[in-house]
């Protein structure tokens, strides 16, 4: 009782200070509302030192947390495309931050127009637990490249990190600039109901729509970044190794808990058998033992992996194959796993998996791979192994998704230079790169006219000569 009464306190103390800081961030916008390029980079400098300086500490941090996440993996995905994320909106601020030029119909003249990108003001992130230091540092990124403000809610399910990267980027920057907030699920929900000025929030497509609902009480708007059910479909021809070696690279990056991780594979069915047989071989070469393996990522907590567990257990009883690739659990390393003989009524063919279990789905014809994918939910990535440019073409035409990898998994996320977001029930909006400057900048459309004023000719009485000239001109 007296634990329960000490933990409400604390998160309505939480709670409690979220509104005051808001305002010494919007005191503080106010001040500077349209910082220099000069500035912005001073900040992006300053994080990227802070990242390099601190690399190990946060690898360290985020292995705590999941009990064992491969070194590795936080480097490659996680650090490494933070600091790339610094060096591109570093080197082409002065030209995101340019007014750009537009025309003036003759009819309007003598004026000019221009677009000036300013700085939304606050922006509000939620981060999740599976990448909790690139789905903060990303949006945190884009959000100081545009001038902004930024508070960021971690996720409980990370507390190492989640205090560490408060404690880090406090020594760089002054709270009324950028801020960490730590808390609960309803620290959480208290965040999300500010009235920010944008909000990102990247998660499960179910507290998406919380989110998104208590934001809508104040018009802010969303960049949501949900996930969803990510096919991979392997084609008729692809060489089996190529397919298998790609898609395991994609499914046991961080134990499958990625949002953009394939869901489950569609393959030919007289390939079915090939696959398989390339697939554990490559997983297995991949990860040749799993107990005390550094390289092979936990899950994250016991909730999650009875969640999986759960799954699995479904599975079987509705009929299904699962065949386990590392042999028995080790703790929460969950053995990599495939799954056959899967069908609708099967939970984890209706939930994003989120771990490492992979359903196979057979099909006949590559028109049926399309119906199958898009009978269902759009997701947030799609895969296709196959080189027939043809065939490559008639994925992306026929198909919808967030984003599209072909022969590959994964790495479009780290591509600076695209735009990543959901489409549907996988998320809105999108971010990373010039987007990510765009998204959280107002794209502020500016009339200039000097002393000489020509529109003097239309204004009231109607009815004159030279209003009927300019009708004769210019209304055909």
Request: proline letters at 6%.
């Amino acid at each position: 009782m007296v634990a329960d009464i000490a933990y409400l306190q604390q998160s309505q103390q939480q709670i409690n200070q979220l509104e005051p800081l808001l305002g010494a961030q919007r005191a503080a916008y106010r001040s500077n509302p349209m910082p220099a390029a000069e500035q912005r980079r001073a900040w992006l400098k300053a994080l990227r030192e802070q990242l390099l300086s601190e690399q190990q500490a946060l690898i360290d941090a985020v292995s705590s947390d999941f009990s064992n996440r491969a070194a590795s993996e936080t480097l490659l995905a996680e650090i490494m495309p933070s600091l790339h994320g610094v060096d591109y909106a570093s080197k082409r601020l002065g030209k995101w931050m340019k007014p750009s030029r537009r025309s003036v119909g003759v009819a309007f003249q003598p004026a000019s127009a221009k677009v000036v990108y300013q700085p939304l003001g606050v922006v509000g992130v939620i981060v999740p637990w599976n990448y909790p230091l690139y789905l903060a540092f990303g949006p945190l990124i884009g959000a100081l490249a545009a001038g902004n403000r930024v508070m960021i809610k971690m996720s409980e399910s990370t507390p190492a990190t989640s205090q560490l990267v408060k404690d880090l980027l406090a020594k760089v920057f002054p709270a009324d600039l950028v801020s960490v907030v730590l808390g609960e699920a309803d620290v959480g929900q208290a965040f999300s109901r500010l009235p920010f000025d944008h909000l990102v929030f990247t998660g499960a497509t179910s507290i998406g729509k919380h989110v998104m609902r208590a934001a809508a009480d104040n018009l802010v708007p969303v960049t949501l970044e949900l996930g969803g059910k990510s096919p991979a479909i392997v084609s008729a021809d692809v060489p089996l190794q190529d397919a298998a070696e790609r898609i395991a690279f994609g499914k046991t990056m961080n134990a499958g808990q990625t949002c953009v991780a394939p869901d489950y594979v569609l393959v030919p069915q007289e390939r079915v058998e090939g696959f398989i047989a390339a697939y554990r071989s490559v997983v297995q070469r991949f990860y040749p033992t799993l107990a005390n393996n550094p390289d092979y990522t936990a899950i994250i907590n016991e909730r999650q992996l009875s969640r999986l567990k759960g799954y699995v257990s479904d599975a079987e009883s509705k009929g299904a194959q699962v065949i386990p690739l590392l042999g028995d659990d080790q703790g929460r390393r969950m053995s990599h796993s495939l799954v056959l003989n899967v069908s609708d009524d099967m939970k984890l063919m209706q939930d994003e998996i989120f771990g490492p279990l992979l359903p196979i789905v057979p099909y006949q014809r590559i028109e049926d791979a399309f119906a199958y994918v898009n009978d269902r939910p759009r997701p947030l990535a799609l895969y296709y192994f196959g080189y027939d440019k043809a065939e490559q073409q008639r994925v992306l035409h026929e198909t919808h998704s967030g984003g599209v990898c072909l022969n590959d998994t994964l790495l479009h996320v780290a591509q600076d230079d695209m735009p990543f977001g959901g489409i549907g029930p996988s998320g809105m909006g999108h971010y990373h790169g010039h987007e990510g400057f765009l998204t959280f900048s107002k794209a502020k459309g500016v009339f200039i006219k000097q002393r000489f004023n020509a529109a003097k000719f239309i204004y009231p009485p109607y009815g004159t000569g030279i209003q009927k000239l300019i009708n004769k001109l210019f209304v055909r």
